[in-house]
């Protein structure tokens, strides 16, 4: 089947294109409104974009409202969020923070989770997280009257000790295994993993490397 976008429906182009570019990692969120209040909610239009700069990518549309959400709310007032990745430690947390809470009501305070400073930015850092990268806004672009980009700038990261080798300074694959958001209710967790490096090109071409050698699991 072929698809032409301009002829789908805004609803079936969120449908198809959600549901076909998957897996997508979940940022769960935290930014702070001007009277101090935390807010925490998940985002899976987002990815990593870049080293140099530091950039995270991320993509907000309204409230079934038609009001802005409070964390775009919040980045655009302050400039700063957090973005913690999502484990079997916070996952709960994160179903209860999807809910539509008022912008006066913390989601902090249902979901169970707890907050921690952060080293560069005055928003907090979830402290079950995994992982969380302190972002301040690199570039807002308002794409639609429903749609905004989000680049952010991570200017620091913290990593749950569980997941760090010290020895190694580098994550340990086995304990890190985040969230991944496939299409409307469904989730799954990360597969089997498997090693291979990139061929060279005399593998190929002397040693007769083919697209069917897959790699074994
Ligand atoms: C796993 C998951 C991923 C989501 N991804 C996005 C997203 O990328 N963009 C978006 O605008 N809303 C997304 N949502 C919906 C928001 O989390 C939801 O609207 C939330 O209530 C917003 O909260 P806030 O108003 O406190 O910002 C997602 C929800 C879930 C459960």
């Not at 940022?27 to 987002?46: D, Q, V």
């Not at 008022?102 to 400073?117: C, H, M, N, Q």
Request: proline share 6%; charged share 25%.
């Amino acid at each position: 089947m072929d698809l032409t976008i301009s002829e789908l429906s805004q609803y079936d182009r969120y449908k198809f294109l959600s549901a076909l570019v998957i897996p997508r990692p979940v940022a769960f969120i935290t930014t702070r409104n001007k009277e101090g209040l935390h807010n925490a909610a998940p985002f899976s239009f987002f990815n990593l974009f870049s080293e140099d700069p530091a950039l995270v990518v991320l993509g907000f549309s309204h409230k079934p409202t038609g009001q802005s959400k409070d964390t775009i709310n919040n980045i655009r007032s302050t400039g700063k969020f957090v973005v913690n990745m999502v484990d079997k430690n916070i996952i709960g947390a994160m179903h209860i923070a999807s809910a539509n809470f008022p912008d006066d009501v913390s989601e902090i305070d249902f979901a169970g989770i707890d907050l921690s400073p952060s080293q560069h930015i005055d928003v907090k850092r979830i402290t079950q997280s995994p992982v969380s990268l302190e972002c301040k806004v690199f570039e807002i672009k308002d794409l639609s009257e429903r749609r905004a980009l989000v680049l952010g700038e991570v200017l620091g990261i913290h990593i749950d000790d569980r997941i760090f080798d010290p020895a190694t300074r580098r994550i340990i694959p086995e304990e890190y295994s985040p969230i991944a958001r496939l299409f409307g209710n469904e989730y799954a967790w990360l597969g089997k993993r498997y090693t291979k490096k990139i061929p060279t090109l005399d593998e190929i071409k002397e040693h007769g490397l083919k697209a069917g050698d897959v790699p074994s699991d």
